[in-house]
């Protein structure tokens, strides 16, 4: 079974930075692809998709990331990244990162791959 593992959170002032890491063990598909997801506080159980990496290498990034994170893919280790520059207190959440497949114009999670703990992202001053 596929294992996710998130790390490299912590609290950091508005405008710092802060590189998010993500583990993965198990069987992965050549046709998966990996996605940053976060849950701000107060919102049980609503995930936010802020980026991804397809299969292929293309990447996606929520309008409120864009131009201040940047996703990468290191395959060979099993690790992805999420760098995360010019943070805002609206950043402020849990970090989780999942497997993703990128069809119908929407990128889909897996419903039988478990969520990891999550990494809590703090901007506050």
């Known amino acids: 079974q596929v294992q996710l593992e998130e790390s490299g959170g912590g609290l950091v002032q508005p405008g710092g930075s802060l590189t998010l890491s993500c583990r993965t063990s198990g069987r992965i598909s050549s046709m998966d692809g990996m996605g940053w997801y976060r849950q701000a506080p107060g919102m049980s159980g609503n995930l936010d998709l802020v980026?991804?990496?397809?299969?292929?290498?293309?990447?996606f990034y929520s309008d409120s990331v864009k131009g201040r994170f940047d996703i990468s893919r290191d395959s060979a280790k099993n690790m992805t990244y999420l760098q995360m520059n010019s943070l805002k207190p609206e950043d402020t959440a849990v970090y989780y990162c999942?497997?993703?497949?990128?069809?119908?114009?929407?990128?889909?999670?897996?419903?039988?791959?478990?969520w990891g703990q999550g990494t809590q992202v703090t901007v506050s001053s």
């Open positions: 999942m497997l993703v497949r990128y069809y119908g114009g929407v990128y889909h999670h897996p419903t039988g791959v478990p």
């Open positions: 980026a991804a990496v397809d299969s292929g290498g293309s990447t």
